[in-house]
């Protein structure tokens, strides 16, 4: 069976669902396939804000935002990309105001602004209130307005398909060939089903359960950039993987940094501010990355709290009121998962894997492209995490990844609307679901294999130890060669589920799959990546380096199965690389 539509959006988060409103807004015979039902999708679980040079509370500009955009990444920003950002955010921000996203208010009714890592005034003199926040719940409120617009515009929703491969016509992606709908299965009976269309636009979030400690929830597995990888398009800048300085301990559950927007302090086992010692200007306001490595040497240097492997987040000093109006979930999150009252102790935190810098490589309209000169794939777009577009480079700035993906979610749709006028129908196989079908069933049909269970756990392991917040060659030798071995033993994993209704046992065997293959690219790009920027903190080559590794790396498989590395030079226009110091 083949269902066709003129446009397909993969994924019902806050890139998806904008996408998605826009090319209904156009009349274009759309729908979106999500693997879980459209308001359980990631972008619910951003808490602090969404970053827009309002001015709502003090000076502010675009131009500022940009090059804190800019600078934060260090330096690997594509600064087209960034300005792109930094002046689409202020419409974007009002136009979700106009649609009714419920923004806390300043006292004369405006949107409500708060301090957040990295975001400065006058170019790096100090703090900024940039960040427009609904209390502390900010990515549930876009999610739930962004749906319930695509409802009003009469949105197609297929809930609960997986996407499980990409239809193509003419060839392999990464060789000339174009976009022409996708496989899903549908999880409640198992049936795949063809869907064919001129355009696929793929927002299906990041792939952060590679790591043990992680922020993401079980659903990220890298579906959408593992199958573009699959059929021939380049991995951009896959060794960029942030780390939030302030999860749960051991958990990984995100405490949002808009504790420390409002004042929160970070705090060693003497109870000293430690963030003096590494960002004396902007403090616990520094960018996440630069945080997260102060955890470490504070941890390293035997100051963590009683001399295990975490520091404190101190929030006591801000009172009952801001506690419980501007901070409600996140204050709940450590009563519920540590027993800690935040109100009177302060709440132990670790470092937390949190954000995939890089993807599928797009331009500043979302369409994807396939080599170092950004040659477009037709009829293929990404957004949101699942793209890198680059406007993040080597380190995402706090609340710009709400930015992310509202402007270029909305930009999807627009450039999908316009690229499908004209085009005709894809041809495309009546049997075009049977490679996939394929593998589904060999893993469903195995008797008995290697345990997806004990696989993932492994990868979650080496990948946390070995490709975490700290990299060295030595270690990142290891986690290639032990995701290589899990690659060979994946090939003979089995589930106990052998039915057709509802088996999440087989489908999480398929992300297992998805993972493996974004770990493998990002190994390969860490070692080849011999500096330090951003959150690539390689110990042995701890300077950044100018001279060699001022570009964006590609990652694909050649057809021996080895990854390989290509590099394009980012895009320069205003500000010309410095010293990244805060």
């Known amino acids: 069976m083949i269902l066709d539509h003129d446009a397909l959006v993969v994924g019902a988060g806050g890139a998806g669902l904008w996408a998605a409103l826009e090319l209904a807004k156009a009349g274009v015979n759309s729908a979106v396939l999500t693997k879980l039902y459209p308001t359980r999708s990631h972008t619910g679980a951003a808490q602090g804000g969404v970053c827009a040079a309002l001015g709502n509370q003090e000076e502010d500009h675009w131009e500022w935002h940009m090059f804190d955009t800019i600078k934060g990444g260090d330096y690997l920003v594509d600064q087209d990309a960034a300005e792109v950002l930094a002046r689409e955010a202020i419409e974007t921000v009002i136009e979700l105001e106009h649609m009714g996203l419920p923004f806390n208010r300043t006292p004369d009714g405006r949107i409500d602004q708060r301090r957040f890592g990295g975001h400065t005034r006058n170019y790096g003199e100090g703090p900024v209130k940039r960040a427009c926040f609904a209390a502390d719940r900010t990515g549930h409120m876009i999610l739930q307005t962004l749906y319930q617009q695509c409802l009003k515009h009469g949105v197609k929703f297929y809930d609960e398909y997986h996407v499980v491969d990409l239809v193509t016509e003419g060839g392999d992606l990464g060789a000339g060939g174009r976009a022409a709908g996708v496989v899903a299965y549908r999880i409640a009976d198992g049936e795949l089903v063809t869907l064919r269309s001129k355009a696929v636009l793929l927002a299906t979030g990041g792939f952060g359960r590679m790591f043990r400690v992680t922020s993401n929830a079980y659903s990220l597995t890298g579906d959408g950039v593992a199958l573009a990888y699959r059929h021939g398009v380049p991995m951009e800048d896959m060794e960029f993987y942030q780390f939030h300085p302030t999860g749960i301990v051991g958990i990984g559950i995100l405490l949002s940094e808009a504790a420390r927007g409002e004042g929160g302090y970070l705090l060693d086992n003497d109870g000293f501010r430690f963030m003096e010692r590494y960002a004396p200007k902007l403090m616990e306001l520094a960018p996440r990355d630069m945080v997260s490595r102060a955890i470490y040497q504070e941890i390293r240097a035997g100051r963590g709290i009683n001399g295990k492997d975490y520091v404190y987040l101190d929030v006591r000093h801000l009172g009952r009121k801001v506690i419980e109006e501007k901070l409600p979930d996140i204050t709940d999150f450590a009563r519920v998962y540590q027993g ?199 110990e042995d080559f701890p300077e950044r380096d100018d001279v060699n590794f001022l570009s964006h790396s590609l990652a694909t498989k050649g057809a021996d199965g080895a990854i390989n590395l290509a590099y394009k030079p980012v895009t320069i226009t205003k500000f010309q690389p410095k010293p990244r110091v805060y």
């Open 340 to 538: 800690v009252e935040p109100l009177t102790e302060p709440v132990p935190i670790q470092p937390t894997a949190h954000y995939a810098m890089g993807g599928i490589g797009t331009n500043v309209f979302a369409q994807v492209v396939r080599d170092a000169n950004n040659t477009v794939v037709p009829g293929l777009y990404a957004a949101g995490e699942t793209a890198c577009v680059s406007v993040h480079g080597a380190n995402r700035l706090g609340t710009n990844s709400l930015v992310d993906l509202l402007v270029f979610g909305r930009r999807a749709g627009r450039q999908m609307a316009r690229d499908i006028m004209g085009v005709g129908t894809p041809q495309i196989a009546d049997d075009a679901a049977e490679a996939v079908r394929g593998e589904i069933e060999a893993i469903r049909g195995r008797a008995k294999g290697e345990r997806k269970e004990a696989l993932r756990k492994e990868l979650a392991d080496v990948m946390m130890d070995d490709a975490g917040v700290y990299r060295t060659a030595e270690g990142l030798e290891r986690a290639r060669d032990k995701v290589q071995e899990l690659r060979g033993r994946y090939a003979n994993v089995s589930v106990d589920d052998k039915g057709t209704t509802f088996n999440t046992d087989l489908l999480e065997a398929r992300e297992l799959g998805y993972l493996l293959d974004c770990a493998e690219t990002m190994v390969a790009a860490c070692i080849n990546r011999k500096e330090s920027r951003g959150a690539h903190s390689r």
